[in-house]
């Protein structure tokens, strides 16, 4: 029998240090599946803090599976605006749908009934069984590769699917049977202490003693990740058409990336501002002065976009496109309120 990924002593040491020094966040104060799964959602690519508010306002807009099943998707989009990976939204949707017609509308109470929903991989599907039904299963995520490749002094490529599935097989062994405390505390250690970019505080860690990465001193190299692909880079021009009191946005498409969001139409490349009016003569607008605006970048995982723009004053005289047309002219006024603007847009969106 191999020795255990962690001793008991060592998760007991855990559990402790975590019922001590755990942060009092709003989805810790629930044992509501429901919340709980959106929560975990909420969190695989955003910042705690940035997912405070968006949990609260979810969670009162729409309180239960139910409610979410039902909810207008561009309501949807609009509690999810500024959040990013919009696939998040609608997969949640998508599974709120699934529960309700095939679960009576609970949440799966087992493992495996979880991972069967959309969206819910098995990271997330630990963390639900664990933390919401006390099920001994772990649950993966960034930190928990990260502190566990420091406590095993493992130089192993952490982005590689069978390092993450031999660590989980192990974990599974050593879950206790507080297994939601368990799995928190994991994350709650990497997000606190084992912290990334070389820069644990050790001094502070209740697994010190057991870690391998501390005692070589090699805890801040790790943990180690496969080269990944560079980002492809994209130059944009973008436009930001108004009459008086009128904004031209276009809808994406349904599908790939940002699908069915709103946004300030774009093209491929950067042009000069001679190159504007036709442009936008092109859209069935008359153009009556053009301003740059200033550059600005933004970052999504596997592309950025570099953007230059320009506001373009357009003549007033314009009824609007037929309405399957992916271009609409909206009131500035409805603007903030009833469309959901992707942060790419962050530097253009904060003018209008
Ligand atoms: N990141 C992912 N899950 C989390 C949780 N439950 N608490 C804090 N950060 C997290």
Same mark, same amino acid.
């Given at each position: 029998?191999?020795?255990?990924?962690?001793?008991?002593?060592?998760?007991?040491?855990?559990?402790?240090?975590?019922?001590?020094?755990?942060?009092?966040?709003?989805?810790?104060?629930?044992?509501?599946?429901?919340?709980?799964?959106?929560?975990?959602?909420?969190?695989?690519?955003?910042?705690?803090?940035?997912?405070?508010?968006?949990?609260?306002?979810?969670? =009162?807009?729409?309180?239960?599976?139910?409610?979410?099943?039902?909810? +207008?998707?561009?309501?949807? /989009?609009?509690?999810?605006?500024?959040?990013?990976?919009?696939?998040?939204?609608?997969?949640?949707?998508?599974?709120?749908?699934?529960?309700?017609?095939? &679960?009576?509308?609970?949440?799966?109470?087992?493992?495996? %009934?979880?991972?069967?929903?959309?969206?819910?991989?098995?990271?997330?599907?630990?963390?639900?069984?664990?933390?919401?039904?006390?099920?001994? @299963?772990?649950?993966?995520?960034?930190?928990?590769?990260?502190?566990?490749?420091?406590?095993?002094?493992?130089?192993?490529?952490?982005?590689?699917?069978?390092?993450?599935?031999?660590?989980?097989?192990?974990?599974?062994?050593? @879950?206790?049977?507080?297994?939601?405390?368990?799995?928190?505390?994991?994350?709650?250690?990497?997000?606190?202490?084992? /912290?990334?970019? %070389?820069?644990?505080?050790?001094?502070?860690?209740?697994?010190?003693?057991?870690?391998?990465?501390?005692?070589?001193?090699?805890?801040?190299?790790?943990?180690?990740?496969?080269?990944?692909?560079?980002?492809?880079?994209?130059?944009?021009?973008?436009?930001?058409?108004?009459?008086?009191?009128?904004? @031209?946005?276009?809808?994406?498409?349904?599908? %790939?990336?940002?699908?069915?969001?709103?946004?300030?139409? &774009?093209?491929?490349?950067?042009? %000069?501002?001679?190159?504007?009016?036709?442009?936008?003569?092109?859209?069935?607008?008359?153009? /009556?002065?053009?301003?740059?605006?200033?550059?600005?970048? &933004? @970052?999504?995982? &596997?592309?950025?976009?570099?953007?230059?723009?320009?506001?373009?004053?357009?003549? +007033?005289?314009?009824?609007?496109?037929?309405?399957? =047309?992916?271009?609409?002219?909206?009131?500035?006024?409805?603007?903030?309120?009833?469309?959901?603007?992707? =942060?790419?847009?962050?530097?253009?969106?904060?003018?209008?």
């Amino acid at each position: 029998m191999n020795e255990p990924i962690l001793r008991p002593e060592a998760v007991r040491a855990l559990l402790a240090w975590y019922a001590q020094s755990k942060r009092d966040l709003p989805w810790r104060r629930t044992r509501d599946p429901y919340a709980i799964w959106i929560s975990e959602i909420m969190l695989q690519q955003t910042r705690v803090e940035a997912v405070k508010p968006y949990y609260e306002r979810f969670l =009162s807009v729409c309180p239960s599976v139910q409610a979410l099943a039902e909810l +207008p998707e561009e309501q949807l /989009l609009k509690l999810w605006e500024g959040l990013g990976y919009y696939s998040r939204a609608r997969n949640l949707q998508k599974a709120a749908r699934t529960v309700l017609a095939e &679960h009576n509308g609970e949440m799966p109470a087992d493992y495996e %009934g979880l991972l069967s929903l959309p969206g819910i991989g098995e990271y997330t599907a630990g963390a639900i069984a664990s933390i919401a039904f006390g099920i001994r @299963v772990p649950a993966v995520d960034g930190n928990v590769l990260r502190v566990l490749s420091r406590v095993l002094g493992s130089r192993e490529d952490v982005m590689r699917p069978e390092v993450k599935a031999n660590w989980r097989e192990a974990l599974l062994r050593v @879950v206790p049977k507080e297994a939601g405390d368990f799995t928190q505390s994991l994350i709650e250690l990497g997000a606190t202490v084992c /912290l990334p970019k %070389g820069a644990p505080r050790c001094e502070d860690c209740p697994l010190r003693g057991d870690c391998r990465g501390a005692a070589l001193g090699i805890a801040e190299e790790l943990p180690v990740r496969g080269a990944k692909k560079p980002r492809r880079i994209e130059e944009r021009t973008v436009l930001l058409l108004r009459d008086g009191d009128r904004t @031209v946005l276009r809808r994406r498409p349904p599908k %790939g990336l940002l699908a069915g969001l709103f946004e300030l139409p &774009h093209v491929l490349g950067h042009l %000069g501002e001679e190159q504007i009016p036709a442009l936008v003569r092109t859209l069935g607008l008359e153009p /009556l002065r053009v301003e740059r605006l200033e550059d600005a970048k &933004h @970052v999504f995982s &596997h592309v950025e976009w570099h953007m230059i723009a320009y506001a373009v004053r357009i003549s +007033p005289e314009f009824d609007g496109w037929p309405s399957e =047309s992916e271009l609409l002219i909206v009131p500035n006024g409805d603007l903030h309120k009833q469309y959901a603007i992707p =942060s790419a847009f962050a530097a253009y969106k904060k003018l209008l």
